[in-house]
């Protein structure tokens, strides 16, 4: 590796040259606009790759990334995106995706403590703690991967109940809340059939799918 990174320059003229030459005009035509359909926010894990996954170009998809894929209601930073995504853009779509084996999770699943990161991760275990009666009696072998799937439940929540996501359902503005997950071990995607469409569907949506998670874990004897 070299201290210039000139690697990576070299990658992006050659990336830069194969978008033109296969789509002409591609980089001159997303001056003028963007018009993604879809916001995603989702771990800052760098396995995750947001639009490489789901195979969108750039303007295609608004990305959110931070620890854990969480969405705290004082978090300026994500709630400036959704913001933006959902007034000037108008996504149709918030996709809330963790991912399994999480690092993230798997710290606040086991108290671990790892730095400044330790107060960030408090939202997960926050969730953890909502969910502790029945997390205690997961297998701990795939206790980890529960609390990424409950954690998805509650950040999507937590969007639904946003002042921006609730106004624009307010005036009759379509936007659509989703609760994924992405598998590192197979490359897929699950959707968690928390799919929010209005006020009215939040917590019905939460509860199918968390009885949805409660029968997919094998809850020991
Ligand atoms: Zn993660």
Same mark, same amino acid.
């Given at each position: ?10 990658? /992006? ?30 771990? *800052? #894990? ?28 004082? #978090? ?8 933006? *995504? ?6 149709? +779509? ?15 699943? /086991? ?19 909502? +969910? ?12 980890? #991967? ?53 006020? *009215? #569907? ?5 509860? *199918? ?13």
């Amino acid at each position: 590796m070299s201290t210039q990174l000139t690697e990576l320059f070299d990658n /992006n003229r050659r990336w830069a040259e194969e978008t033109e030459t296969r789509e002409p005009g591609f980089f001159t035509r997303l001056l003028s606009q963007q018009t993604p359909q879809y916001l995603w926010i989702g771990c *800052a #894990d760098s396995r995750v790759p947001a639009n490489e996954l789901v195979d969108l170009l750039p303007g295609e998809l608004f990305v959110h990334r931070n620890v854990a894929n969480v969405v705290v209601h004082s #978090d300026l930073n994500a709630l400036s995106v959704i913001q933006y *995504a959902v007034d000037s853009l108008k996504v149709q +779509h918030i996709i809330v995706v963790g991912h399994s084996n999480c690092g993230g999770v798997k710290a606040a699943m /086991n108290s671990w403590r790892v730095g400044l990161a330790d107060n960030w991760l408090r939202h997960v275990q926050d969730v953890r703690h909502q +969910h502790r009666a029945w997390l205690n009696q997961v297998d701990s072998a795939v206790q980890v #991967d529960a609390l990424v799937e409950l954690n998805v439940l509650e950040q999507a929540r937590n969007v639904c109940t946003t002042t921006v996501v609730q106004d624009a359902w307010g005036r009759g503005q379509t936007v659509v809340v989703h609760g994924w997950v992405y598998g590192l071990h197979n490359g897929l995607l699950q959707d968690l059939s928390m799919t929010v469409a209005g006020a *009215a #569907d939040v917590e019905v949506a939460y509860e *199918a799918a968390l009885a949805g998670i409660h029968a997919r874990y094998t809850v020991m004897a």
